[in-house]
Nanobody
Framework: QVQLVESGGGLVQAGGSLRLACAAS????????MGWFRQVPGKEREFVAR????????YYADSVKGRFTISRDNAKSQVYLQMKNLKPEDTAVYYC????????????????WGQGTQVTVSS
């Protein structure tokens, strides 16, 4: 099990940028695939991006491809989501999650979740 704490959310104008960070506890961080998800009230939590532990293979939802970049620092046990050219439809609570499955992209693949950080993009 790994504990996760997100940070970096906030209010930004459309076209702006934000960088989210997720700090993980535990000694085996590099063994986990890390993902970012987001959720708006009344809708299901949706996949945003993921990065594998070793090899750092990345995968993105079509809605964020080319605008968001996921990265990780295994020495610091942190994963990041750099978000550029933000749009009002990116407004959501963003969650960091950890999975043992290398190519995890489904909600059920992820066993450990952070508490979320709010991102609000104004038009």
């Amino acid at each position: 099990q790994v504990q996760l704490v997100e940070s970096g959310g906030g209010l930004v104008q459309a076209g702006g940028s934000l960088r989210l960070a997720c700090a993980a506890s535990g000694r085996t961080f590099a063994a986990y695939t890390m993902g970012w998800f987001r959720q708006v009230p009344g809708k299901e939590r949706e996949f945003v991006a993921r990065i594998t532990g070793i090899g750092r293979m990345t995968y993105y939802a079509d809605s964020v491809k080319g605008r968001f970049t996921i990265s990780r620092d295994n020495a610091k046990s942190q994963v990041y989501l750099q978000m550029k050219n933000l749009k009002p439809e990116d407004t959501a609570v963003y969650y960091c999650a950890a999975a043992r499955t290398p190519l995890a992209s489904q909600l059920d693949d992820y066993a450990d979740w952070g508490q979320g950080t709010q991102v609000t993009v104004s038009s």
